[in-house]
């Protein structure tokens, strides 16, 4: 069983660069033909994807999130790191990690249980 968790702070100010590490157990991010993205929802409002680091370290973002967003990796740690720069109140969100099904990037099976981050001066 595939598991991840999401960890980082919890409070971002604005214009800075919020920084969330997702750690995986149960399973290598190298393994061929998953996906791991990042999610995040904000208060009252659905789900935004916002992009994936692939098995064999491709990254795709969503377009209007692509030039604050980066997607990395540290396959010695089993770990994928999401930074989004130039933050502002608006990024606000729970956000989450996600694995992929197989072969398949927009459809995730497995999520963390989401961390809460607030951008906030």
């Known amino acids: 069983q595939v598991q991840l968790q999401e960890s980082g702070p919890g409070l971002v100010k604005p214009s800075q660069t919020l920084s969330l590490t997702c750690t995986v157990s149960?399973?290598?991010?190298?393994?061929?033909?998953?996906?791991w993205g990042w999610i995040r929802q904000p208060p009252g409002k659905g789900l935004e994807w916002m992009g994936y680091?692939?098995?064999?370290?491709?990254?795709y973002y969503s377009p209007s999130l692509k030039s604050r967003t980066s997607i990395s990796r540290d396959t010695s740690k089993n770990q994928f790191t999401l930074q989004l720069s130039s933050v502002t109140p608006e990024d606000t969100a729970v956000y989450y990690c996600?694995?992929?099904?197989?072969?398949?990037?927009?459809?995730?099976?497995?999520w963390g249980q989401g961390t809460q981050v607030t951008v906030s001066s």
């Open positions: 996600a694995r992929s099904l197989r072969n398949i990037w927009y459809i995730y099976e497995y």
């Open positions: 680091i692939g098995y064999s370290g491709s990254t």
């Open positions: 149960g399973g290598s991010i190298t393994t061929n033909y998953y996906y």
